[in-house]
């Protein structure tokens, strides 16, 4: 299991847990993010720091210090919406 | 952005919760960034400042349309994508919602992004039953391969759905029909029920119902997520300990139960969308990943950061030449046939008029106007494509060293437009603290009164024959020093009073989307010139007035002016400017598009000189009163770092709700345009 912001660019990955309470909790499924979703790490800024994320059809970009709250399992195959 | 007549003056009335006496209140709902404001001016033909960028609108607009013999009044909500939280616009979204104002709710949806927005959609059905879904950018989605099966997302909803293009009166039409239709009971609505785990619908069927005018099922869910803030929101009692005991007996924590909850509409969202929407191509989004690798890019992003804001200037200033140009020569020939008719007044009055009031605001329409009316567009251009957002992701590390928010970048580009509005525009940042930073750091950034201002010292002093490209290039070192300075008086308030921790943050970066380029140049154009005409005229002319009687008023050995003049000499000495300039700078306070012909005004009354025309007459002007290129940097310095306009004082008053802060924010960059001008007058003076 690994956190999303151990994601690469390019890399997609299946959420299956938040290590986060209160606020931010609920910030993040509201975003989507419950157990199951597919994530993929679209790329980072010029500064390495937020990325961009393909949540549920919308980019979202994050910074380091909340994804690392967002458990993962890295997906073999690149997330396709239209498989 | 912008204060606009029409965003801030009566016609769109900011008053949340109003209830009208005739005709049917409707409730416009919604993700940030979906049309929602669009369509909202569409039907009601008001004038809000839309862009694309999520977070638009801050304060609920209300206004009125007609369908036949029949009248709705719309209140356009901030948009939100849930109603479970304590942000702010959820608040205000979802106690408008609850509080049974409206008679419907139009619920407006991204076609491109459909399942994001459903959550809110099935939200807001747990709410009211009385629900249409208007999904919008149907022609975006079009574009993209994203066929959307409009009767098969109504049947799976139970609630009418229509497909639209905001934009479009027809559109807007169909949404009226279908609305009428919904009021008339016309099929019943049957809205979804988001289905919960077994054990939480058994906990559901255990909770008793209470006396309430909100929808049962919605005021046990409420309960059962017990949250002591909500309850006490929505003015309801907490649910039996039984029935969490009943639920912990289940193996479901607390947590788990509010998981659960907030899961629920996210699942049902997902299901719908894979039966109702098809991709026929696969690349859908590829020309945005594309877009997004070079404006956000590791090395790309900076330059076309840069590049993008100095062609922006560029433009500017060599539009606004041809413009001044004809607005001087209008306004000379105005003065003549003025001058021919006030011939026989007495001198004091044709002074106080002609001297006074017409020369000043035709000054601040000439010279100060022709930029303004032009970068203003051209920002909102930018704003309608979608690239605000890119900047804000860009420009996000360097604010979170500084332990502030990312959104704070993107009110900072909105106080390029107008301070105020940015301060306004802060109403996105959710953290108190964050939100505080960003409203006392606004200021920072020159705003469109004063880019006039810093180009005309540009050109006068540093760029001699250069041309406009160069003068481009040194305004973008110039917003770049701004920034620079935002970021450090950020960094200074949170080391000292606004101490914390960054707060999490998630920035959604919207499809780009093509602008509408004719309605965003004449009614932003058109919109803002009116507006600074009618400041100009409302601010200048008095202002100018106040400085020919000053001017002409005997007091001891001088007059009025040379006495106060010679009162901040010295103050003005040691920051390397002059007693005029801060005398001007202390007149501008209502509005920094007039310092500089405040300042040459004061110039004028005391060397009785009559004409002025192009800049480099300014500049003569200005040499002849003891001006060096050192003045000019301190007056650049001065001008990017002051108090700022008594505007965006009050509005930073009404946002804060203390004096103490907003005076916070007038020491703030005053200190530090003081500290600045005074450290380079030492070093170069």
């Known amino acids: 299991m690994l956190r999303l912001c151990d994601i690469a660019p390019g890399q997609g990955a299946c959420v299956c847990g938040l290590a986060t309470q209160g606020r931010m909790r609920r910030r993040l499924l509201e975003l989507g993010l419950v157990d199951g979703t597919i994530v993929e790490c679209l790329g980072r800024s010029p500064w390495g720091d937020p990325s961009a994320f393909l949540i549920r059809g919308a980019v979202i970009a994050l910074r380091k210090a909340d994804c690392a709250g967002i458990l993962v399992q890295p997906e073999e195959q690149e997330a396709a919406p239209w498989d | 952005m912008g204060l606009t007549r029409s965003s801030v003056g009566r016609l769109a009335e900011e008053r949340s919760g109003k209830v009208p006496l005739t005709g049917h209140s409707i409730a416009l709902a919604g993700n940030p960034n979906v049309g929602k404001s669009t369509l909202f001016n569409t039907l009601t033909g008001l004038r809000q400042h839309t862009g694309n960028w999520p977070g638009k609108t801050v304060a609920t607009a209300q206004g009125k349309c007609r369908l036949g013999t029949e009248t709705y009044w719309l209140t356009d909500l901030p948009g939100t994508y849930s109603l479970m939280s304590h942000s702010p616009e959820e608040q205000v979204a979802r106690s408008y919602l609850c509080s049974g104002a409206a008679e419907a709710v139009v619920v407006v949806c991204d076609a491109t992004c459909l399942e994001r927005n459903l959550n809110l959609v099935l939200q807001i059905l747990e709410i009211t039953p009385r629900v249409l879904v208007c999904v919008n950018l149907m022609d975006e989605a079009r574009r993209k391969g994203i066929r959307v099966d409009l009767p098969g997302l109504s049947e799976r909803l139970g609630v009418p759905v229509v497909g639209a293009v905001a934009r479009k009166k027809q559109s807007a039409r169909l949404v009226l029909r279908e609305l009428d239709r919904l009021l008339r009971g016309s099929p019943p609505p049957h809205p979804t029920v988001i289905p919960y785990p077994a054990a939480i619908e058994e906990a559901l069927s255990a909770i008793d119902p209470i006396d309430s005018p909100l929808e049962p099922r919605f005021v046990k869910l409420k309960r059962l997520e017990g949250d002591p803030e909500m309850l006490e929101e929505l003015g309801l009692p907490e649910v039996d300990p039984e029935v969490l005991t009943g639920l912990d007996a289940a193996g479901l924590s607390p947590q788990m139960v509010r998981d659960a909850l907030a899961a629920g509409p996210v699942q049902l969202a997902e299901r719908i969308c894979r039966d109702v929407i098809t991709y026929t191509s696969p690349g859908y989004a590829q020309r945005d990943r594309t877009l997004d690798r070079v404006l956000t890019g590791r090395i790309s992003g900076g330059i076309v950061m840069l590049g993008l804001l100095a062609f922006l200037f560029w433009l500017t200033i060599v539009g606004a030449n041809y413009l001044s140009d004809g607005l001087q020569w209008l306004f000379d020939q105005g003065e003549s046939l003025l001058t021919g008719l006030l011939g026989n007044a007495p001198r004091w009055l044709f002074g106080l008029l002609i001297q006074g009031a017409y020369r000043t605001t035709a000054w601040v329409c000439a010279v100060m106007l022709p930029p303004m009316a032009i970068f203003f567009p051209l920002f909102t251009l930018l704003e309608d494509v979608g690239y605000l957002p890119r900047i804000a992701y860009n420009l996000d590390k360097p604010f979170c060293c500084c332990q502030a928010c ?49 180009i005309a010292m540009l050109t006068m002093f540093f760029c001699g024959t250069g041309g406009a490209v160069w003068q481009a290039v040194l305004l973008t070192l110039v917003v770049a020093l701004s920034v620079a300075m935002t970021l450090m008086a950020t960094k200074l308030l949170s080391a000292t009073i606004l101490k914390g921790r960054p707060s999490a943050f998630a920035l959604e970066l919207p499809p780009y989307r093509m602008p509408q380029v004719g309605s965003v140049l004449v009614r932003s154009m058109l919109d803002r010139s009116l507006f600074v005409l009618g400041r100009a005229a409302a601010v200048a002319a008095p202002a100018g007035m106040v400085l020919w009687i000053m001017g002409n008023i005997p007091v001891a050995d001088g007059t009025l002016l040379t006495l106060l003049g010679s009162f901040l000499e010295p103050m003005g000495r040691w920051l390397g400017l002059d007693g005029i300039i801060l005398l001007a700078f202390l007149l501008g306070l209502p509005a920094n598009e007039i310092v500089l012909p405040i300042a040459l005004m004061a110039y004028l009354c005391q060397n009785s000189l009559t004409q002025m025309g192009e800049l480099n007459q300014v500049r003569d002007v200005l040499l002849a009163n003891g001006w060096r290129w050192q003045t000019a940097v301190c007056m650049l310095l001065f001008t990017l770092f002051h108090w700022p306009c008594s505007t965006t004082l009050l509005t930073i008053r009404k946002e804060t709700g203390s004096w103490r802060w907003t005076a916070l924010a007038f020491v703030l960059p005053t200190g530090f345009g003081i500290l600045l001008c005074r450290i380079f007058t030492l070093l170069a003076g």
């Open chain 2, 406 to 454: 990312g959104k704070q970048a993107l009110t900072m580009c909105m106080g390029f437009g107008c301070n105020a509005a940015g301060v306004v525009g802060c109403r996105i940042i959710d953290s108190p603290r964050e939100r505080m930073l960003a409203i006392l750091t606004n200021s920072f950034v020159p705003c469109n009164g004063r880019f006039p201002l810093l």
